[in-house]
């Protein structure tokens, strides 16, 4: 019966021995990937900060044309509005010099 007990633990002991050296050779596997596992993830930062270093740059140049756009859009809005007085102007010179030419005409005939 002790034999017996004897054969059960030894087997149970070959077994965890079995398991733990397959484990090891799992982490020796895992630590050997390691290097490569680091160097994939300073490749990933270096990456992100360029990516972020690329969108900084795009937020500054949306900035700058927005910035820009609001600007030539005052002066277009400035230019209509220069143009359309002058349009006006030149209307009512227009309509002065007709009235004029009408007033003429009229004493011209009478």
Request: net charge negative.
């Amino acid at each position: 019966e002790v034999e017996f007990a004897h054969g059960m633990l030894q087997q149970k002991l070959n077994k965890e021995q079995q398991l733990c050296r397959t484990r090891e050779d799992e982490l020796a596997g895992m630590q050997k990937m390691l290097p490569e596992v680091e160097q994939e993830r300073n490749s990933l930062q270096l990456k992100f900060a360029e990516a972020q270093a690329t969108a900084n740059r795009l937020a500054e140049a949306e900035t700058r044309l927005s910035e820009e756009f609001a600007r030539e859009r005052e002066t277009l809005e400035r230019k209509v509005l220069d143009e359309q007085k002058r349009s006006q102007l030149e209307v009512q010179a227009w309509s002065r010099e007709r009235e004029k030419l009408q007033q003429r005409i009229t004493e011209a005939e009478a």
